[in-house]
């Protein structure tokens, strides 16, 4: 048994690790941490885990995670690059699903995150754990940087793009919604319901956080420069991302063709037949993208649509996911729970 601890477990995506992991039939729960709600059952706080979690959280200044052969950060940004350090001299092994780890550069890092880092020098062992695209350097991997949702559900649609060169890189296109749990638990005003329910809009239209990490991870495969206008919108959704992504196409292929034999083997990318129109409870409470191509009239331009549970393989799932390949387990263990409708 894999014996896990959390880091931050009473946000969104540390009770979907809660959700996930209780069913996990290697995994064993021994700590769950929180400042604020040391000493509280789990259940008490989540009705939903009664009978399923029976741990207390536990102060983090007073437990002892290096016990663990695995730790989850589900923290805001800059926790867990404070306490990595002392967990991977321990011994074990991290999935952060902050922002800590996944741009390279730490310069570029500093810039968007407006903080220095604090374990620069951790960076160049991070692993970005984007399975469909590192799933070899993950099994062998320390630290495992999880992937943001709105670049989880972008990368995939564009990857298969990048890889081959079939359409212009330099002027892509990812217009992308998001529920409101993309902005975790945090009370801010935008997010009231009187401020978020009938309402849609774009934001950080002059630049987002995972606008850099996106780039990344496709100039990585591309192996050149790459152009990306992403524009994020909230939508009054608790969950799912709809990315619709546009690029001009440099070369007439199957695009349906190129996309099937890409995901034939991924476990957790599931490309529609041609003509489709996936929407987000599709993928709700599951581990999956779902991906569907479109030329529209025929024309010169491509449609990609991809959705994603933004806290599911956006986030905890894909967490664990990882946990999976790092420990040489079936991939697809303790993910298999299809979407919940409505």
């Keep these: 048994m894999i014996k896990i601890g959390i880091v931050g477990g009473t946000g969104y995506t540390g009770i979907e690790l809660l959700r996930i992991l209780a069913r996990h039939p290697e995994s064993e729960l021994v700590a769950i941490t929180s400042r604020k ?9 989540f009705p939903s885990l009664r009978g399923i979690v029976n741990l207390a959280y536990s102060d983090p200044s ?24 002392a967990l991977l001299g321990a ?3 991290i999935v952060d ?7 390279k550069n730490v310069s570029l890092w500093e810039k968007w995150y407006k903080i220095k880092h604090a374990a620069p020098e951790l960076l160049s062992q991070a692993v970005y754990g984007l399975p469909e695209v590192n799933r070899g ?60 329910s009938d309402n849609f809009k774009a934001y950080a239209v002059s630049g987002h956080r995972h606008w850099p990490e996106i780039l990344q991870g496709l100039e990585a495969v591309a192996g050149r420069s790459v152009g990306l206008t992403f524009v994020p919108h909230l939508v009054p959704m608790i969950r799912g991302i709809h990315a619709t992504l546009y690029a001009q196409i440099a070369e007439a292929v199957d695009f349906q063709k190129l996309y099937e034999d890409r995901y ?21 409470a599951a581990n999956v993208c779902r991906i569907a191509i479109h030329r529209p009239q025929g024309g010169d331009t491509l449609v990609v649509l991809s959705v994603i549970d933004n806290l599911v393989k956006g986030a905890s799932g894909q967490a664990v996911q990882n946990m999976n390949i790092m420990f040489g387990l079936e991939e697809t263990m303790g993910l298999s729970h299809p979407a919940v409708v409505p």
Excluded at 62 to 81: G, I, Q, Y
Excluded at 97 to 103: E, G
Excluded at 264 to 284: I, K, Y
């Design 37 to 45: 709600e040391a000493g509280t059952r789990v259940a008490d706080l």
């Design 137 to 196: 350097k993950i099994k062998a991997a320390r630290l495992v940087a999880n992937p943001g949702c709105y670049p989880t559900a972008v990368q995939l649609g564009l990857l298969p793009l990048a890889e081959t060169d079939t359409v212009d890189l330099g002027h892509l296109i990812a217009d992308a919604k998001s529920g409101v749990s993309g902005a975790g638990k945090r009370p801010e005003e935008p997010l009231l319901f009187s401020e978020a």
């Design 264 to 284: 034939r083997n991924e476990p957790f990318v599931d490309v529609l037949p041609g003509g489709s129109e996936p929407d987000t409870r599709s993928v709700r």
């Design 62 to 85: 007073k437990v002892d995670l290096t016990k663990c052969d695995v730790v989850f950060f589900a923290t805001p940004n800059t926790v867990a690059m404070g306490e990595a350090k």
């Design 97 to 103: 699903l902050s922002a800590d780890f996944r741009i």
């Design 91 to 93: 011994g074990a092994r």
